[in-house]
């Protein structure tokens, strides 16, 4: 298994660009989320998705778009980036929302996002 | 107050100390507990769940206190390999999502 995949690993944009963080997982996960590190401000969650068709919104979601067509694939938009969206973010999987084992969260490798 | 609270350290051991974190959480309905592990430029590895009669992984203690709210994690016998951040992680309520603290650094040295 490759467990949680993200792409790219670094990305430079420009003001007002757009473009789409990649995340994928072949552990059959309903539960996945998208969270962005901050110095200082530790792990935030941006949208999660409680299984395909369903998403939800985070403590951070604005300037964010996700959509869980399928229960592999968890895309983050960013719509128009702004240098507030400067970020490390990772992706997360578990197999459920609650209880024990399955609240454990396996987190990709993370993207580097610079916004200029 | 903030949901999750640590001290962000830097903790700064010897190799074969004895160390110690604490975490406090607000929300005394918690239901599940966590410390995950973070390397430096790395993602987060879930280190090991926090149960209500305590447990222990090697040389890893964690324990939980639900009349004070707050979680510890005690590492024996440090390791240079155990320099790293340390998060502690609460489940507010059992349907809703994990959070987390802002973490505590840990640097052991030779």
């Known amino acids: 298994n490759a467990g949680v995949t993200q792409t790219p690993k670094f990305q430079v944009l420009k003001t007002g660009q757009s473009m789409t963080l990649q995340c994928a997982q072949d552990?059959?996960?309903?539960?996945m989320s998208w969270y962005r590190q901050d110095p200082g401000m530790g792990l935030r969650l941006i949208h999660y998705s409680v299984g395909a068709g369903i998403t939800d919104q985070g403590e951070v979601p604005n300037g964010y778009n996700v959509s869980r067509s399928t229960t592999e694939d968890f895309p983050l938009r960013l719509l128009s980036a702004a240098p507030s969206q400067t970020s490390v973010y990772f992706c997360?999987?578990?197999?459920?929302?609650?209880?024990?084992?399955?609240?454990?969260?396996?987190f990709g490798p993370g993207t580097r996002l610079l916004v200029l | 107050r903030k949901e999750v609270e640590q001290d962000p350290g830097p903790f700064n051991v010897p190799e074969g100390a004895t160390v110690a974190f604490n975490c406090t959480y607000s929300n005394s309905a918690s239901q599940s507990f966590f410390w995950y592990r973070q390397d430096c430029r790395k993602e987060p590895k879930l280190l090991m769940s926090v149960y209500s009669s305590g447990n222990e992984d090697g040389r890893f203690t964690a324990q939980l206190n639900r009349a004070s709210q707050y979680i510890s994690l005690l590492i024996r016998d440090s390791k240079l390999s155990d320099s790293a951040t340390y998060l502690c992680?609460?489940?507010?309520?059992?349907?809703?999502?994990?959070?987390f603290g802002k973490g505590t650094m840990l640097l052991v040295s030779p």
């Open positions: 992680v609460v489940n507010p309520s059992r349907y809703s999502t994990l959070t």
């Open positions: 552990m059959n996960h309903e539960y």
């Open positions: 997360a999987s578990s197999r459920g929302l609650a209880g024990g084992p399955q609240e454990t969260q396996y």
